[in-house]
Nanobody
Framework: QGQLVESGGGLVQPGGSLRLSCEASGFTLDVYEIGWFRQAPGKEREGVSYISLINDNTYYADSVKGRFTTSKDNAKNTVYLQMNSLKPEDTAVYYC??????????????????WGQGTQVTVSS
């Protein structure tokens, strides 16, 4: 079956930047709803960003708005999450996810049916 593979995570100092990639294999992203989520230890999985299948509009959690940007490159079948001005509270495992049905609430994990394995982002001095 198809795969979603995240990459680009790592250790970064506060104020730094990382660019996460999510490459799809075995299916094309341009026919799916796409979300980024993160989960920190002891916390619920949290919606980070979303790209609408219908109009390519993007949405962001208030906690990352103005710092993170999500985009997609259909030719490369890849979704990106550019993360700037990183804070320690951004530390989490980050996941990309797709939904074969149109989502009603973009930031709810249960709306998505296919997930990558995640990539660790650690923001620390």
């Amino acid at each position: 079956q198809g795969q979603l593979v995240e990459s680009g995570g790592g250790l970064v100092q506060p104020g730094g930047s990382l660019r996460l990639s999510c490459e799809a294999s075995g299916f094309t992203l341009d026919v799916y709803e796409i979300g980024w989520f993160r989960q920190a230890p002891g916390k619920e999985r949290e919606g980070v960003s979303y790209i609408s299948l219908i109009n390519d509009n993007t949405y962001y959690a208030d906690s990352v708005k103005g710092r993170f940007t999500t985009s997609k490159d259909n030719a490369k079948n890849t979704v990106y999450l550019q993360m700037n001005s990183l804070k320690p509270e951004d530390t989490a495992v980050y996941y990309c996810a797709t939904a074969g049905l149109l989502v009603s609430e973009w930031d709810l994990a249960d709306e998505y049916d296919y997930w990558g394995q995640g990539t660790q982002v650690t923001v620390s001095s």
